[in-house]
């Protein structure tokens, strides 16, 4: 049930988004997209976390990008980054600042990654997303979530002791689980590259594949 909700919050999400970024037609065909989508409409289903984390990950993208504009949203940016964190780890925080270093870089302005080091949001992702792994700790001891730290983030990315896959594994899962629609994946002709939202959203894709392609644990869902 929660993966349910959260799947059709990141549904109405997106085509907000997009609706305020673009126009009401390419709002409705990213939603309707996203709603077809094979590999969206069984992770949506099943009772894991993931569709919670990806919703929260999608939510910190869209109010970090609209901080742009109007600094307000850093308040929403660090309550989404911050439960991201507490949900499932640091991966959200990790490729969401990448993307932003990235696309700063491109863009040579740094005011996209100045957000990350705004107090209002180191304090509050630190207090949101930490106070689970201080209840961890105080649970199961330092040593032992030391260990699980180093295994289940640190291990799984560096070793992937456990689904060990190729590095072009998610080649196949995302033409496959994103039919029909990853069959107009390089229709690069309508693709507006001079659109900083649209440059944006390419580089978030590009860098979380590229991080997830470099780490040695694979799952589809990821």
């Known amino acids: 049930f929660p993966s349910a909700v959260f799947g059709l919050i990141l549904i109405l999400g997106l085509y907000f988004w997009v609706r305020k970024e673009l126009s009401g037609k390419e709002a409705f065909l990213s939603s309707l997209i996203l709603l077809s989508t094979p590999i969206f409409l069984v992770v949506s289903r099943l009772a894991i976390i993931d569709t919670v984390f990806t919703t929260l ?22 309550l989404f980054l911050g439960l991201s964190l507490a949900a499932k780890g640091p991966v959200g925080v990790i490729i969401i600042f990448l993307a932003a ?33 201080f209840l961890l700790i105080d649970k199961i001891g330092w040593v032992q979530f030391k260990s699980l730290v180093l295994q289940e983030t640190l291990g799984r990315f560096q070793k992937g002791f456990v689904h060990k896959e190729p590095y072009y594994y998610y080649l196949p899962v995302l033409l496959g689980g994103f039919l029909p629609w990853s069959l107009f994946l ?21 860098v979380t594949f590229s991080f997830f392609t470099f780490c040695k644990t694979k799952l589809p869902r990821s």
Do not use: C
């Open 57 to 78: 990950i999608l939510f910190s993208l869209f109010a970090l990008w609209s901080s742009l504009k109007n600094r307000g949203f850093l308040v929403l940016f660090s």
């Open 101 to 133: 270093l990235v696309f700063s870089l491109i863009q040579g302005d740094s005011t996209i990654m100045k957000r990350f080091f705004h107090p209002l949001v180191i304090l509050t992702v630190l207090i949101i997303g930490g106070s689970w792994y």
């Open 186 to 206: 390089f229709s690069f002709k309508k693709i507006d590259f001079k659109n900083e939202f649209v440059k944006f959203l390419i580089v978030f894709v590009l």
